[in-house]
């Protein structure tokens, strides 16, 4: 289908048609005949403009990645399931945090859910090794019974009962990825074909001469003292007596009564003092926000709200990222972010720190035409995002205790929080 006039109808509605040529042309990739992805990209427009973005805060960089990975990571794309998508080294400050944590008290070992883990359980495992003496559990509704890798690498994961959960190229380019997802059961019957090859093939890994390989009860390999996984969501494990449930970009696929069950579920999984803390991030904890509820007398009472400051202008899409135009976390987001970017002497200044970090580092510099630009397209991920956590780190230096002065000023008790973040005190949900 040709674009219909969805992408003008965007950029007039929500930021006056300013928007550069170069954002309009990578956000145009997006497939138009899906409304899932139409309704996405318009929501999380609307929540920029809420938090007070303007044009020329959004990077080609950004419409690139809108128009190109967006509509892989929608439940659409999966027959309605959450893509157990995760990054190693994601949720490395929110492990400091557990360290520091105001509310645990010092302390070097504890009881941890993390909820929604993904699969591999990249970050369950860094949780693991940054708190050696923790009990750390991982469990989420996609972790698979069987993983099967094709020849080149690419894989599949399958449940028990036989459908595929998801798949990954060997390289993440557009290209490997449109392959991979133009027909979802032909992928999932090519990959079905290889593991047949194994035939009744019990637990373990095994590979075939030519470089195939099928993983049973993969998430085994995971397992150690102090770590295990188990299949199952919210209201599903069967877990008790935790001090610590992390559940990290899950909940903005849920609706807002989802999150409410959620809430009382946490509740009666955690010990009394325990904490949950909820939200999202994107790599090495950047894009980062959530809230952080405390058992107490049996509830869950809300404490902070905290969010990283590279969300004012951010580099990635991950802050306004939500499946539902009332997601608590994004909604309290673009509230601070708004707060902050009408404070004129603290955007003026926010501007001058990271418009300085982004030519030094060279990712997505302004431009000659006012605009930020993208990253060199063959710039290694790992690298990129490494960088773009240095600059994130710097600008929370740089401006926390002025974000701080301003939030208190628009009558927020704030502060610094023990991984660099702002923090908002909280005495009840917020609407
Ligand atoms: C984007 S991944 C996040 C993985 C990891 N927590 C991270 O932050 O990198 C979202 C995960 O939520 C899981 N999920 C979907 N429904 C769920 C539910 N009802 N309860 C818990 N997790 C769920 C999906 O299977 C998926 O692995």
Same mark, same amino acid.
């Given at each position: ?239 008790? *007596?935790? &001090?610590? $449930?992390?559940? #990290?970009? +899950?909940?903005?696929? @849920?609706?807002?009564?989802? !999150?409410? /069950? ?45 969010? *990283?400051? &590279?969300? $004012?202008?951010? #580099?990635? +899409?991950?802050?306004? @990222?939500?499946?539902?135009? !009332?997601? /608590? ?103």
């Amino acid at each position: 289908m040709p674009d219909d006039g969805f992408i003008d109808g965007i950029n007039r509605d929500f930021f006056g048609g300013g928007l550069s040529p170069a954002f309009l042309e990578g956000i145009r990739q997006f497939p138009t005949e899906r409304s899932d992805v139409r309704a996405l990209i318009e929501r999380m427009c609307d929540f920029a403009s809420q938090a007070g973005l303007r044009a020329d805060d959004l990077s080609a960089l950004q419409g690139d990645v809108l128009g190109t990975l967006m509509a892989r990571i929608l439940p659409g794309a999966w027959q309605g399931r959450v893509p157990p998508i995760t990054l190693k080294g994601r949720h490395e400050k929110l492990d400091r945090l557990l360290q520091l944590n105001r509310y645990l008290g010092e302390r070097t070992s504890g009881r941890m859910l993390d909820l929604g883990c993904g699969f591999p359980p990249e970050t369950t495992v860094d949780t693991a090794d940054a708190l050696p003496g923790w009990t750390i559990h991982g469990a989420d509704p996609s972790i698979p019974t069987a993983m099967v890798h094709d020849p080149e690498g690419s894989y599949a994961t399958f449940g028990a009962d036989g459908q595929m959960i998801y798949c990954q190229p060997f390289a993440p380019t557009v290209e490997n990825w449109n392959a991979l997802l133009a027909d979802v059961e032909a992928t999932a019957a090519r990959f079905r074909d290889i593991r047949s090859r194994f035939g009744g093939a019990g637990p373990g890994r095994h590979e075939a001469p030519d470089g195939s390989r099928l993983f049973i009860e993969p998430q085994a390999a995971y397992e150690r003292d102090g770590l295990t996984f188990s299949i199952g969501g919210i209201g599903q494990v069967d877990v008790t *007596s935790m &001090d610590v $449930v992390r559940c #990290f970009n +899950v909940l903005y696929y @849920f609706d807002h009564d989802f !999150r409410q /069950r959620a809430l009382e579920w946490f509740a009666s999984i955690l010990v009394d003092g325990g904490i949950l803390i909820v939200g999202g991030d994107w790599a090495f904890t950047t894009e980062c926000r959530y809230f952080l509820y405390r058992k107490e007398e049996g509830m869950m009472r809300p404490r902070e709200f905290t969010f *990283s400051l &590279d969300n $004012v202008v951010p #580099f990635g +899409v991950v802050p306004f @990222f939500a499946l539902h135009p !009332r997601d /608590r976390g994004t909604t309290m987001l673009a509230r601070m972010v708004r707060t902050l970017r009408d404070d004129e002497a603290f955007l003026a200044r926010y501007y001058d720190v990271a418009d300085g970090l982004r030519n030094r580092y060279g990712i997505c510099p302004r431009g000659e035409d006012g605009y930020y630009g993208t990253v060199a397209s063959d710039a290694d991920p790992g690298e990129l995002w490494g960088r773009v956590r240095d600059i994130a780190d710097t600008i929370g230096r740089e401006m926390g205790e002025e974000a701080v002065d301003v939030l208190e000023r628009s009558g927020q008790r704030a502060w610094i929080n023990e991984i660099g973040m702002v923090s908002v005190a909280l005495d009840a949900d917020p609407a």
